[in-house]
Nanobody
Framework: QVQLVESGGGLVQAGGSLRLSCAPS????????MGWFRQAPGKAREFVAA????????VYAESVKGRFIISKDNAKNTMYLQMNSLKPEDAAVYYC??????????????????WGQGTQVTVSS
């Protein structure tokens, strides 16, 4: 069983930045793509961004395009989410997930099979 571990969440003022990290704990694993999702209280989990591991191509939700950057470090087997110009509506628990599917770009939750426990991001206005 693969375990993904997120880190880097916290409290930030609106307009500020945070960088989230995600890495597998325990044994290493290979994946086709990885992504970030978020879930605010009372709302459904939603897609944020994803990256194809071998090629590095990316896809973003419209709500974060131009503000968030997803990246990876193959040597460290780690994925990042640089979040800039944060807004109060970005506050949520952020989850990383891995996808073995060619449809990884869809951002559909069912296309992702391994998930982390989440890291809280709070944005004060």
């Amino acid at each position: 069983q693969v375990q993904l571990v997120e880190s880097g969440g916290g409290l930030v003022q609106a307009g500020g930045s945070l960088r989230l990290s995600c890495a597998p704990s325990g044994r290493s694993f290979s994946t086709y793509a990885m992504g970030w999702f978020r879930q605010a209280p009372g709302k459904a989990r939603e897609f944020v961004a994803a990256i194809r591991w071998s090629y590095g191509d990316t896809v973003y939700a419209e709500s974060v395009k131009g503000r968030f950057i997803i990246s990876k470090d193959n040597a460290k087997n780690t994925m990042y989410l640089q979040m800039n110009s944060l807004k109060p509506e970005d506050a949520a628990v952020y989850y990383c997930a891995s996808s073995p599917r060619l449809s990884w770009r869809s951002g559909t939750i069912n296309d992702y099979n391994y998930w982390g426990q989440g890291t809280q991001v709070t944005v004060s206005s």
